[in-house]
């Protein structure tokens, strides 16, 4: 889920350089986006691409890019992001992911804190489990109990994607009152269905918007050895009698910076809701949040 705090950013795209002989081939992992998205890639000579993803390329494939004689980028080959034998019978590689089931007895434990969160749509139930993402999920109780998700905006509402919420007006004091967290430790939990979690820029930038997972992206995000630092942390999950409206809020689909026609978080910041409400008129908003 890593990338700029516009591009699964909020989940977070993860851009893996790989560095060839000469400066003028590289390759990169496709981060998880819609189909036909244009990606912002910074090449190894320092220009930014800007790269339409062919038809046929897909979340998780290598894509090599190759200078030409006239000192142009373009797309030398694409490889199927399908592990060697090797990699696949390597015990290590493979995360350990918790199984539906400790999850769901998690979320029903005394550890476990419900928070309502109010939508144009209706509230959505969220259970807070803290040893999955201590720091995060500490965060995410201090957010709901400051009252900062007040006429906040869902900005990035993504079919079979994301949501994506947390971006105020610059001028707003609540864009200032927060320091961004250091990173939390993976602890096994999949970006599943349902699962909430934040969005960042990068290690150590986790700080108020915040994603909920509309479709499993356990194979793109949350991806690593156990105890290992990372921003692809959940601290919750979406309770199953909130799935429906989890899945009501309308989608514009992602942000202009991965390629969509959405509503941009850029002019968010600059001009606050009354851009979303002028050119999105159909867009949600969080209005509330408690602990329920």
Partial sequence: LKCVLACWTFLQWQLRWSIMAESSQFSF??????????????????????????????????????????????????????????????PASAPAW???????AECASPEAVTVRLDTTKGPILIKVVPSWSPIGAERFLKLVDD???????????????????????????RSKRYDPLPDDVLAGIPYAEGVVGFAAAGPGTR?????IMKADFRTQLGKGALGTKSTETPFGMVCPESMATMHSIHCYGDIPQCGGKGPCPGKLAALGNDYIRSEFPLCDFVTGACRA
């Fill in 29 to 90: 992992t496709v981060p998880a986006c819609e189909p036909g998205s244009t990606l912002q890639v910074k090449a190894t000579d320092g220009v930014t691409l800007k790269i339409p993803l062919p038809e046929n390329v897909l979340p998780g494939d290598e894509l090599y890019m190759a200078k030409g004689a006239e000192g142009k980028w373009g797309i030398l080959k694409a490889i199927r992001g399908t592990p060697t034998p090797a990699t696949a019978a390597a």
């Fill in 98 to 104: 918790r199984s539906a089931e400790a999850m769901a």
């Fill in 207 to 211: 700080k108020s918007t915040i994603c």
């Fill in 147 to 173: 009252g900062y998700f007040q006429d906040i905006s869902i900005y990035r509402a993504i079919n079979s994607g994301l949501l994506q919420f947390g971006v105020v007006k610059d001028t707003d004091e």
